[in-house]
T-cell receptor, first 113, second 117 residues
């Protein structure tokens, strides 16, 4: 069965500093990996996905993520954080050929001015 | 990406009543619809998966008689919470899934906040 782990409940970073939100996964076969962001009382906004190809995936709002197969990780990164990036971030995984997307527990990002 | 809408965006109801939530895929043929629920400060938990014209498949622990799912067309799915109780208060998010070219895509609705008094 597929699973996703986000080991940090919360990440705090100062504005202008780089940020990393961690994600590891477990699937049988090759994964499809996703990052979503959620603002209070709002639905999910898609940030980026890895299907195949380059391990470094660039997404919306300056975010990027690196797929590392040997470490089964898909960490979300941004070179310079903004206060407006403060939100709840979800990593998600789907098995290749599968239909269910499973979400991690979420990591709350606080960016301090 | 495709646009998925939900109606209503929020609803307050009395305990014991039923509430219907609509999920529409506006520009995407959703062969599969997914319903998630999210408790405050928690992750999205998949409740059920439905294929167009078929009965929904419920995840373990989800009461199929309480959460009725209908997926009558490629653009519309409904979730009915029957005899709602305060513990059913949650944020319900639908997702439309289907093939877009060679890739299976999944798009999420904005969510519906249900409060049961």
């Amino acid at each position: 069965a597929q699973s996703v782990a986000q080991p940090e409940d919360q990440v705090n970073v100062a504005e202008g500093n780089p940020l990393t939100v961690k994600c590891t996964y477990s699937v049988s076969g090759n994964p499809y990996l996703f990052w979503y962001v959620q603002y209070p009382n709002r639905g999910l906004q898609f940030l980026l996905k890895y299907i195949t190809g380059d391990n470094l995936v660039k997404g919306s709002y300056g975010f990027e993520a690196e797929f590392n197969k040997s470490q089964t990780s898909f960490h979300l990164k941004k070179p310079s954080a903004l206060v407006s990036d403060s939100a709840l971030y979800f990593c998600a995984v789907r098995e290749t050929g599968g239909f269910k997307t499973i979400f991690g527990a979420g990591t709350r990002l606080f960016v301090k001015a | 990406g495709a646009v998925v809408s939900q109606h209503p965006s929020w609803v307050i109801c009395k305990s014991g009543t039923s509430v219907k939530i609509e999920c529409r895929s506006l520009d995407f043929q959703a062969t599969t619809m997914f319903w998630y629920r999210q408790f405050p400060k928690q992750s999205l938990m998949l409740m059920a998966t439905s294929n167009e014209g078929s009965k929904a498949t419920y995840e373990q622990g989800v009461e199929k008689d309480k959460f009725l799912i209908n997926h009558a067309s490629l653009t519309l799915s409904t979730l009915t919470v029957t005899s709602a109780h305060p513990e059913d208060s949650s944020f319900y998010i639908c997702s439309a899934g289907g093939n877009s070219g060679m890739v299976y895509e999944q798009f999420f609705g904005p969510g519906t906040r249900l409060t049961v008094l």
